[in-house]
């Protein structure tokens, strides 16, 4: 089955570990949002500096593109990105077309805090988890996003991630009214 699917949230959330995941279950390429980012981007976080809208747009435009690069071949893709605005899924749908699916990893401040100082190898300070959740805007209502409690066992996030996934397979999903947001290059 070829999913098109991103797994979104805060930093430390386990994105890139369900996602590897999920990309296994389905025998579909991940990528690591990550790594789409600019040395400038990387920088600024290290440096302990939040992202600001500009500096997401481009990035969200390359993330987008490999969304919509595997919407065109069917071959499927998953990735990980924080996606952490409404507006910032909004160009993702706009981009990527009406298969795209959303795992939203989300739960306690206290727990993402803890993961995120056990991490020694990941230019994300702790410091910036403040700043990451003040930016994340609820997923409520929003069709074509399941959320998921991350402290759950990784087995069952992706058990859960992958019955959403085949379960709304054949579901279309429109998005023809998306509101262009204000400082998108897709204006
Ligand atoms: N379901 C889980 N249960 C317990 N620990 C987990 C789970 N998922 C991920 N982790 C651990 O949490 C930490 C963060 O996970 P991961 O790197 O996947 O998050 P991320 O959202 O991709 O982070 P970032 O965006 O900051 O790179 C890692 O140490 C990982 O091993
Ligand atoms: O939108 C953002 O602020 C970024 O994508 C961050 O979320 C980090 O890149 C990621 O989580 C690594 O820790």
Redesign the pocket.
Known sequence: MAVQVV?M????????????RLAQAFQTRFV???DLHSVDNVDRMRAGIPLQDEDRWPWLERIGEELACAGKQDSGVVV?C?ALKKSYRDLLRRTAGPGLRFIH?RGERAALKA??E??QD?Y?PATLLDSQLATLEPTDGEDDVLALD?????D??QAKAAAFLRQSANSIITNASLPVPAGSARQ
């Open positions: 797994v949230g805060v930093s430390g959330c386990g994105k890139s570990t369900l996602g590897r690591e949002g990550d990980a924080s990893l993961r995120m056990a991490r990941h994300m991350f402290a759950s066992p990784a069952r996030l």
